[in-house]
């Protein structure tokens, strides 16, 4: 069998996925003239466009922007049924997916819209295949720790739905230390810890990411490999690392995939993952970011066969269900 189609047919785990970030162009143009909000864009050509990034900044900038198209219960439906079918198309048979809330709540659109259109889309794709799913609520880190506290007492009611926080948007001047008391109260409510960290920042982010915050797993963490004692921390903790690789092309963390690291972290026992991070975006789903890694590195099934096996033994799925798919 071709390594193509390896990719293709293998059962996946995604575990980094911005939901807000898989808004195809279509969509927006759909939801923008739904809700007469003025874009700069006359086409779907000119919104693809638009998608050359200089830098994480230059992403978010546009990102935000986008998002401003959902506004009512439906649109958050359409939108995380959009992704959960490319699921099912690619074989990504469990998948963890982030949302901001503040990016909406900021809008005057509340938990009470866009949680009942997640869940519901969540739970159509497991009734009709199965589907397996979990979310991640992330906090915006260029706003203010007590934004995000304020955040989580309003996620209260829907705790129960949510697996684990996040923390994305600009990292730089945003170390994850400056979010430690909400990421205190979440680990008391029993949940999971991730947060970016060694995207565009350096390596004592991550330091601080597990330090202080006392994650679960790492978002990016591609620069761990700056400082060796990180790098023998991670392996001896096998602290997953979840890696994008066509977003850190795109943002140009990487002048192209032939220098990507992710390879040589997986050779030195890292636990990487593969992931998409924001498809629409960046210019592919998962199996196209798995194409692309083979494209730069001529994957071997093993190598392949074991970034798979990865994303399983990083997921938050129940042990019986990790072993099922190991
Ligand atoms: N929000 C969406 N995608 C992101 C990324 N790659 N880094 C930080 N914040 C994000
Ligand atoms: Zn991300």
Redesign the pocket.
Known sequence: MSIESLIQSLPKAELHL?IE?SLEPELMMHLAQKHQVDLPYKSIEQVRKAYQFED?QSF?DL?YLGASVLIDEQDFYQLMWQYLCQCRAQNIVHTEIMFDPQTHTHRGIGFDIFMPGFLRAMEVAYQQWGQSSQLILSFLRHLPEQDAIDTFVQAQPYLHQVTAVGL??S?LNHPPTKFKSVYAQAAKKGLKLVA?AG?EGPPEYIWEALNELQVDRIDHGVRSIEDPELVQTLINKQMPLTV?PL?NTK?CVFDDMTQHNILSMLERDILVTVNS??PSYFGGYLNENFLALHQAFDLTPAQLIQLVKNSFKASFLDESKKRYWL
């Open positions: 911005h970030g994480l978010l990102y994305d948007s990292e970016h995207e994008c977003s943002l991070d924001d």
